[in-house]
T-cell receptor, first 112, second 113 residues
Framework: NAGVMQNPRHLVRRRGQEARLRCSPM?????VYWYRQLPEEGLKFMVY????????ESGMPKERFSAEFPKEGPSILRIQQVVRGDSAAYFC??????????FGPGTRLTVL | DQQVKQNSPSLSVQEGRISILNCDYT??????FLWYKKYPAEGPTFLIS?????DKNEDGRFTVFLNKSAKHLSLHIVPSQPGDSAVYFC????????????FGQGTTLQVKP
């Protein structure tokens, strides 16, 4: 049973470009959480999605960031017009029915 | 507003001794607490959890203690092993907040052989 998969593992973008981060939850999991870890900090919640629905986006920046979890395919975290402050590790987690969250290996975004 | 705090950025212990990692929280609505371990360039790995109806949960070398009145929890690792060297995050969630986890800043544990 493959774990949570994220790709790419490393992503380099220039300021103003778009970044797309993908997350495939564990088989059978339909809940996905996205977290961001800035250097020297803990993980900060961004968004919680179920298939085709955004349940809680209270941690998402109001502009440039969006997330989706379509009926088919991975969850996508999209960052438009990236800035240097977006450089961070982005983790997704999928959740079992008994509320245990399993994390992927993360995508490390570097904005030049 | 840091609702979950780990005030010790780092901890160093000798192999075989006890490691005690501490965590404080401010939100009384939290009712489930977790500890995660993280190696560099990897995602957090779940270690152990505790519900607010309990004050202790033990799993092998790992024990978590919860003091609700003090809004404090701790993770005890005994005996500590060099492979335990990692960053440890405590996290909290509440039944009313959609399951999202609120993380502390992390404590880097170094276990010396």
């Amino acid at each position: 049973n493959a774990g949570v998969m994220q790709n790419p593992r490393h992503l380099v973008r220039r300021r103003g470009q778009e970044a797309r981060l993908r997350c495939s939850p564990m088989k059978g999991h339909s809940h996905v959480y996205w977290y961001r870890q800035l250097p020297e900090e803990g993980l900060k919640f961004m968004v919680y999605l179920q298939k085709e629905n955004i349940i809680d986006e209270s941690g998402m920046p109001k502009e440039r960031f969006s997330a989706e979890f379509p009926k088919e395919g991975p969850s996508i975290l999209r960052i438009q017009q990236v800035v240097r402050g977006d450089s961070a590790a982005y983790f997704c987690a999928s959740m079992t029915s008994d509320n245990e969250q399993f994390f992927g290996p993360g995508t490390r975004l570097t904005v030049l | 507003d840091q609702q979950v705090k780990q005030n010790s950025p780092s901890l160093s212990v000798q192999e075989g001794r006890i490691s005690i990692l501490n965590c404080d929280y401010t939100n009384s609505m939290f009712d489930y607490f977790l500890w995660y371990k993280k190696y560099p360039a990897e995602g957090p790995t779940f270690l152990i959890s505790i519900s607010s109806i309990k004050d202790k949960n033990e799993d092998g070398r790992f024990t978590v203690f919860l003091n609700k009145s003090a809004k404090h929890l701790s993770l005890h690792i005994v005996p500590s092993q060099p492979g335990d060297s990692a960053v440890y995050f405590c996290a909290a969630s509440g039944s009313s907040n959609t399951g999202k986890l609120i993380f502390g800043q992390g404590t880097t544990l170094q276990v010396k052989p």
